[in-house]
């Protein structure tokens, strides 16, 4: 009886991932410390998956993506009422998105049982740009446009690699650039660092991404220097205003 009720996730086994801290880098490396509880009955666990998350505005409502996932391939055998720690290293993904504005990003961690309902945790994490993304935001208040707001939306043809891209809105606060529209960027990562996708937003303001992609230029920033974004982002611009 006790199996049977485990598998329906009644007095089944628990499991709690420890994060070594809560803000974290895109890129980097996190030693995670999983904490498993056994239940009420012994249980073969098949493995550990971990999943960042976040959720993106699909239109009329929002809707809740993976950026990226991973599974530590190790079986094991959680009897009942007993513990078990496990240290697993994973990599923030590249494309996870900051978290500012109204975005927000967490980490799922889920142990694969078969026959039963995986039991699952969720832990907020808090995202701080990596330098490349930290080297264009430089850049751009150096050439007078102010951070105004982020967020996620639905988008295929920027990333064709997730269902959704965060967009960077900026507003012009110098002489040089005081009657343009806002300044629009996303980032989309790759082996050598990031490409910046921008635009100066136009009168009445973008109406989906598509129109976004085909009226937009791009770089690619593979030094995280802010002096040399902002020479090659004052002549993207040069092209838009």
């Given at each position: 009886?006790?199996?049977?009720?485990?598998?329906?996730?009644?007095?089944?086994?628990?499991?709690?991932?420890?994060?070594?801290?809560?803000?974290?880098?895109?890129?980097?490396?996190?030693t995670l410390t999983v904490e498993v509880d056994g239940g009420d009955a012994d249980q073969?666990?098949?493995?550990?998956?971990?999943?960042?998350?976040?959720?993106?505005?699909?239109?009329?409502?929002?809707?809740?993506?993976?950026?990226?996932?991973?599974?530590?391939?190790?079986?094991?055998?959680?009897?009942?009422?007993?513990?078990?720690?496990?240290?697993?290293?994973?990599?923030?993904?590249?494309?996870?998105?900051?978290?500012?504005?109204?975005?927000?990003?967490?980490?799922?961690?889920?142990?694969?049982?078969?026959?039963?309902?995986?039991?699952?945790?969720?832990?907020?994490?808090?995202?701080?740009?990596?330098?490349?993304?930290?080297?264009?935001?430089?850049?751009?208040?150096?050439?007078?446009?102010?951070?105004?707001?982020?967020?996620?939306?639905?988008?295929?043809?920027?990333?064709?690699?997730?269902?959704?891209?965060?967009?960077?809105?900026?507003?012009?606060?110098?002489?040089?650039?005081?009657?343009?529209?806002?300044?629009?960027?996303?980032?989309?990562?790759?082996?050598?660092?990031?490409?910046?996708?921008?635009?100066?937003?136009?009168?009445?303001?973008?109406?989906?991404?598509?129109?976004?992609?085909?009226?937009?230029?791009?770089?690619?920033?593979?030094?995280?220097?802010?002096?040399?974004?902002?020479?090659?982002?004052?002549?993207?611009?040069?092209?838009?205003?």
């Open positions: 009886m006790r199996r049977v009720l485990s598998s329906v996730g009644i007095g089944a086994a628990t499991v709690d991932t420890v994060l070594p801290r809560n803000k974290v880098t895109p890129g980097t490396e996190l073969q666990v098949d493995g550990i998956s971990f999943a960042f998350v976040t959720r993106y505005w699909a239109g009329t409502s929002h809707a809740t993506a993976v950026i990226d996932s991973t599974t530590a391939a190790e079986d094991f055998t959680i009897a009942a009422g007993s513990h078990r720690t496990i240290e697993v290293d994973v990599t923030v993904p590249a494309a996870t998105p900051v978290t500012v504005g109204s975005t927000n990003v967490w980490l799922k961690t889920g142990l694969d049982i078969d026959w039963s309902i995986d039991p699952t945790d969720r832990d907020s994490i808090t995202v701080d740009p990596d330098p490349y993304r930290q080297a264009f935001f430089d850049a751009a208040d150096a050439l007078g446009y102010a951070f105004d707001e982020a967020d996620c939306k639905e988008a295929h043809t920027v990333d064709p690699a997730r269902p959704f891209v965060q967009e960077f809105d900026f507003v012009p606060q110098s002489d040089e650039y005081a009657d343009s529209g806002d300044l629009e960027a996303v980032f989309v990562p790759d082996d050598d660092g990031l490409t910046a996708v921008v635009q100066v937003e136009p009168e009445g303001g973008i109406e989906d991404f598509e129109e976004f992609a085909a009226e937009s230029s791009e770089f690619t920033i593979t030094d995280p220097d802010p002096d040399t974004v902002a020479e090659t982002l004052d002549d993207v611009l040069a092209d838009h205003v």
